[in-house]
């Protein structure tokens, strides 16, 4: 027997239930990871409110986690007991002392990751990875405009962007994240709340606006993102965290200056064991040499059993980066 959280309803943080279960037999192709540090993720909120609907009820929670491997599949063969590992993409039940993880999902950890660190930033850093080497090759001195730039992703991506030598324009919502996001090295920051954000955007970019606005928030920044492009821009919406872009007039696109559009998401990009070797390999060089940091700060690490606190934390915008839950 081991403890996990439970979703049995969709709803709010309070239908998430710690309880005890018993894991399933491994599938041949399958590992058994004891998990020692799980990462919490808007995606994970939209699943428990039925935005992302699970195919079934009751259910895990989840696809992200670092530990040290416990069991492996009769067909594994990368993989051995006592391996450190992460993972980010696998079936839900991540919030658990312990998950059966496919091997093709799993990345070897190196020693000089912990797993907290790993946990905080594997699904965040491969997000950026592909936003910003496969969706749009980020290149030194190129401006663009990231929203939420002190949340979990927006902190990572102005590290890397700084490290590339791009300049990023990082949308938050207070002073404090501000500071945040311009010493995690965006080149200028924009509060929201009482700032209007194309306005500073031209301000910026001395009436040139951006090349690509990278999009998490959705429905209540959808216009004006559209605002900040430059003739032939690249918008990527990647998130929902505002409710989603629905009923979307495609005419808008050439309105606003004959625009592209995507909506990626890290399943679109990371499909294979390979690509996500090559992508966690660019990921942990950038936290192994100092470019990238990633420590949780210790309001944001919560026992596996306050999964509830942990929800309402985050859907309350009370976070700075990334948050975890320690089984």
Not at 132 to 148: D, P, R, S, Y
Not at 166 to 186: H, N, R, W, Y
Request: proline residues 4%.
């Amino acid at each position: 027997m081991a403890k996990h959280i439970e979703l049995s309803a969709i709803g709010g943080p309070e239908v998430l239930r710690y309880c005890e279960f018993t894991p399933a037999d491994l599938a041949p192709d399958e590992v058994q990871v004891a998990n020692k540090a799980i990462g919490i993720n808007y995606i994970d909120t939209y699943i428990r409110s039925g935005l992302y609907p699970p195919a079934c009820l009751p259910c895990g929670l989840g696809t992200e986690a670092a530990g040290i491997v416990t069991k492996v599949g009769s067909n594994v063969t990368t993989i051995k007991v006592g391996d450190r590992v992460v993972y980010a993409q696998s079936a839900l039940g991540a919030y658990s002392e312990i998950h059966n993880v496919s091997e093709s999902k799993l990345a070897l950890l190196p020693d000089e990751i912990s797993f907290e660190q790993a946990a905080a930033s594997f699904l965040k850093g491969l997000t950026v990875y592909y936003l910003f080497n496969l969706t749009h090759k980020l290149q030194a001195g190129e401006t663009i405009l990231f929203h939420a730039a002190a949340g979990g992703v927006g902190l990572i991506a102005c590290q890397w962007a700084k490290a590339l030598g791009a300049k990023l324009i990082g949308t938050v919502g207070s002073d404090e994240k501000a500071t945040l996001a311009q010493a995690a090295g965006a080149w200028q920051t924009i509060n929201y709340r009482r700032e209007n954000i194309v306005e500073r955007v031209l301000a910026m970019t001395d009436g040139e606006k951006v090349s690509v606005v990278y999009d998490s928030v959705g429905k209540e920044t959808w216009l004006d993102s559209l605002d900040c492009l430059k003739r032939q821009g690249l918008m990527v919406s990647f998130g929902n965290a505002s409710g989603p872009v629905i009923g979307v007039n495609l005419g808008i696109l050439n309105q606003k200056g004959s625009l592209f559009l995507t909506r990626p998401s890290l399943n679109g990009y990371i499909t294979t064991r390979e690509e996500l070797a090559e992508a966690s390999k660019t990921l942990f060089g950038l936290i192994s040499s100092g470019k990238i940091n990633v420590d949780v700060p210790e309001n944001q690490k919560f026992p596996l059993s306050e999964a509830v606190k942990a929800h309402q934390t985050l859907e309350n915008r009370a976070t700075q980066g990334s948050s975890l839950l320690i089984p």
